[in-house]
């Protein structure tokens, strides 16, 4: 993960190292998938009648699902079953790694943090009004996601299976529902700054007049 860094078209570069089948089947799951979730954030879309929530709403549940279908997508479809597998069971070897300041672990860190940084966003948006259960809920969403990616990894031979990766997608996903709720707020104290704004424009004029 730490080609990120290195290399800021990784993303792409991996969906294109992916066969296109498998991409266009893992996309098709992960976009039901989506679906479902999010389905009454749809419902509720149409009931509003209104383009602009219909069609934000429709890019978001597809964002959704291109998210979802990144992750297999890098931690799995992406790579040669079997060629390289290293099982790291203990989480201190990394972080000994980290305190010592080697850059590569370093970067992984942060990669695999930032990783699930979306899955928060999204996982905010799905909760609603109740993001007092979104921080668990994140939680345990992405301790979930990363254990199964894991355990495949494991079970294929793909690549590193580590339990200190497990740990920093679990603390990715609250964070992106800390920045999500830091961003709603942001653009909420700007609207209301911006119409604060207009209607005192308005009222100087009419006082004008």
Known sequence: MDLLFKNPNY??????????????????VCLALAAAIFADKMISALRSKRAGTIVLTIVLIAA???????????????????DVFVFLPDPRVELAKIFSGNVHYIRGMVSNILLFVPLGWFVLWRCGRHVKIAYPAAALTAMAMSVTVELLQYRLGAG?????DVICNTIGA?????????????????????LKYLIGDRNGDSAGR
């Not at 959704?64 to 079997?82: D, N, V």
């Not at 609250?174 to 609207?191: A, M």
């Open 11 to 28: 993303f792409f570069e991996t969906y294109l190292s992916v066969p296109p089948a498998y991409l266009a089947a893992a996309f098709a």
């Open 64 to 82: 959704a699902a291109a998210y979802l279908t990144l992750i297999p997508a890098i931690t799995l479809l992406s790579r040669c079953h079997g």
């Open 160 to 164: 590193y299976a580590q339990t200190f």
């Open 174 to 194: 609250p964070l992106g529902v800390l920045t999500g709720r830091i961003f709603v707020k942001i653009t909420g104290w700007l609207r209301l700054t911006m």
